[in-house]
């Protein structure tokens, strides 16, 4: 199937689903989106993106840009941070204590929240200004100059930050915080708080695809290692609906609450969807729908 | 490389492992085999198998027996199960009564022991003689008319059941046994007391990286339903290391403690490999050393 | 005060309550009682018992008999049982396996059910006939030869045993179990349908509050070993509400699913209630209510 | 046996336990205390205080401030309290957020923790400057002017305050908080880092041997309030060891880290205890000792 078929194939089928599910209310700025958007890309290896919807459209990239922050940890040091953060599936919702508790102090993976707020200061000590560095980054891939931080936002986010206040904190009392608590919240939250269309995002994630070699040729990350990526997005990358992710969909993907999910087709393309509506493992309803029918499409499920 | 050099190269690799980690004690049947053994072997779509050490040697498969159970269940009815069982990776460990009782009797996924009683207790009420059905299923795949459960390892087993009775009651409990407990044990047990080699266990499990079609031509599981089986195997097939495997093997790959592991390369071959010696997460040492070795060499992660 | 007048003005403070809360139903024999049923006796040092309403009408006893057999095992071995279980507050459910896997297979305390599994079982590898004794013992001390375990309850009890089986298969893969789990099981079974009156059960526990001196003068419990069972009926007498039951009542109690209390004023009296509607956590409701207006009315709180 | 006889006699049998267990060492000003202390007051209904040892040098008083905390909140607000902490033993250990996620922000108890900061919140909109109030109040009550704020203790407390900090933004995340998280936390690390003595907590705590009634006469709390603050005592009063205290001390009881508990015989006395040595629990080893000596001489235990 060419393309453009395939995209409008996708719309198709997705559109009885756009304004399913609630979208993300615990700060204002998300809750007023309307859920009946719905926009996707793909990015190919040789950086070529095609869209349909609201493909270019900015939204929040909320935890999509979990990922980003990993792999910039990792370009710069493989191997410290895994003695902080593990690589395996939570087994509950994404912001538990319980596990961590458990654990002590050692956040299960780089995508529950307090694994990524252990990323981002690890970041923080390796390049000073985090959330400059990542918009940095995503600036080039994407070739958008224009992306920012959305400081409503942000506000909003460090507003409402007591459950990731609480999480950093408790990874302190385990010494597993480099940083001041209130720097690394910062940093977090103005991540979070980025926003990208889906162009946007399939054109910074296809270095994933291309096994770690960016846009300009140079490697951000060794074969191996964006092999690994791709492997925790699989296993981690969906919250509580991990395994689920990978019984329909069978590609890596992260989703955000802002209703974005970037997914990597190894070896051929990155794909971004998004339509507001989450379903109650906070996952894009319409989203997930879109990758199901792209992976049954194209056979290209990586099972 | 070539398929016999390949072997060669990864029997080298990981002789220096052999004997490594420590041998499952808790039955004596299985505490006696000696931890150094290896063997390794791969079977091709067209059926074809090659491979090196101890490759033809029987050994208990324990809870690779999980993976055909399921196929044969879902080959059986696909979707009666999944009102009875989850498909998310556990995050405890793989005999948990936590996360069982959190989730009101409902097993996270089938590859847990909780999840592989209630997958036998279908397959019971599917097919009566659940064992039988299973025995004669690895027989023609494997072409190994000889395969057989070890009577010594089957009453081992079953005098050492107390936690899988505690799990087969406590569902129980929830409404979630349809057969006796009595009955699902005897049947539990004697799948996993199963004697199997490498040879035998790449032939049967060849059918799911050939999208479900089994030796004779015929079809067991629809396309979809075997990547959904490979699915499960990489996001919940190694206990609690599934993470780990997907991030440093990054094919699926369902473990024993009797020291086996079935892994898949969909679309190419199935690989299984043996060595008692386990970590401290249950999987065995120098298995987990050479599908590393395997994936690195041939470039076949799905990542 | 005097006693009569007592006992009637709790009766008419009650009477608004009776029939509230919800009968167990869990088995046809419990839920098929009238819930409006209510008695109260009060039994003194001397071994005079008076009692208002339903004081004479037999009802199954339930996990009232915990305490009766953990003050046997104790008349037998004062230090062995401490091994096997603690002497904490749960702290969860009454029946909570979580707990129990936390702390490998030692029950928090005797009056939750793994923790009164584990006193059955040592009272059993004491007399053998942990029944026939602890039946031997409260026909003696209320002067009721007639008492018997009710055959039909039992029945009913061992076929909805499914959570307690799974309690004791699993303390028995910890290796904290001595008898066969069906023995214990069995004699467990047999202890909860007890059937006894208000009358009976405040001659039976009157030991407790005389220093675990029996009717006939003779020595059941030390002093110091009668107060130990009674903290602990403060402590864990009453589920997950034994600290509001001491914030509200302010003694000694101990609780079944039967709609019974037993509850204790050191060095003066046993007090038994019954009333078959139970609240959330599975506690009499007018029985508790009963219990408090007679703590405020006497003065006799130990607080 | 008199009075003096009797601490004398005490302090004998504890004199080989002094040195015993380990002290606090999370702060260096009471890490540095020597763990030979021993000291021990009385003080009955009528104000008369006596003591032997070290009963006159002081201590921080940690968590034994949370009794007194919890009285003035009562006395100011009896009802209002009870929706945002619940008066259950924890069964965990004393600063675990578990149960509190498992329970949606309401600790379990006000003892614990979470529960004292929930009080400490209730207090300060109450009365503003709680720490003070509760000074105030301790100096009147010890007739002690000097009493103060160790200004190192609350220093290095609010140093290593993480965990603390965690459970407050987490309850703050369940909308449990009133005030912002910086005063409560101030507030509460500086009611912890008071300096007493046995002979001043002594005289603190005799209001509630006498039915809440302060020393010149006024109430405090209703004789029903004193009554449920000393149930509480019982069962939440000593971390996660409330069960055992109940069973071998047999009297309400609260303990710190600074090795000081605080101990009521209703209708009698209180006692005060200190030796910095801890066990495992975190309750002072000679203290407990001491407390299960008196108890045991003088019969006064309320089981």
């Known amino acids: 199937m060419e393309l453009n078929q395939l995209l409008g194939r996708i719309v198709d089928e997705v559109a009885p689903l756009r304004g ?26 040789e950086g070529r993106v095609r869209g349909v919807g609201d493909w270019q459209m900015p939204f929040s990239v909320q935890s999509i840009s979990k990922v980003f922050t990993l792999a910039l940890v990792l370009a710069g040091s493989d191997e410290a941070l895994w003695r902080r953060v593990g690589r395996e599936p939570s087994g509950n919702a994404f912001n538990s204590l319980i596990q961590l508790e458990h654990e002590r102090g050692i956040p299960r993976n780089p995508f529950i929240n307090a694994g990524a707020l252990t990323v981002t200061d690890e970041l923080i000590s390796q390049v000073g200004d985090a959330s400059g560095e990542l918009l940095a980054f995503l600036r080039t891939e994407s070739g958008n100059p224009d992306l920012r931080v959305d400081a409503e ?11 990731n206040l609480a999480l950093t904190h408790f990874m302190a009392s385990y010494g597993n915080m480099r940083n001041p608590v209130a720097t690394v919240l910062d940093q977090y939250v103005r991540q979070c708080s980025i926003e990208m269309s889906c162009r946007d995002l399939a054109l910074a994630g296809r270095f994933l695809a291309a096994h770690g070699v960016r846009r300009d040729g140079s490697e951000l990350l060794t074969r191996r290692q964006a092999k690994r990526v791709n492997a925790i997005m699989l296993t981690c990358g969906t919250y509580d609906a991990a395994g689920d992710f990978a019984y329909r969909v069978g590609i890596p993907g992260k989703s955000g609450v802002g209703g974005g999910i970037l997914a990597i087709v190894p070896g051929r393309c990155a794909i971004a969807v998004w339509s507001p509506g989450l379903d109650a493992r906070g996952n894009s309803v319409a989203g997930v729908a879109a990758l199901d029918h792209f992976t049954t499409l194209t056979g290209w499920s990586i099972f």
């Open 20 to 45: 399913s599910g609630v979208v993300a209310d615990y700060i204002p700025a998300l809750a007023r989106v309307d859920p009946a958007h719905f926009g996707i890309a793909i990015a190919d290896l």
């Open 153 to 163: 936002v942000a506000a909003s986010e460090a507003a409402h930050a007591d459950r």
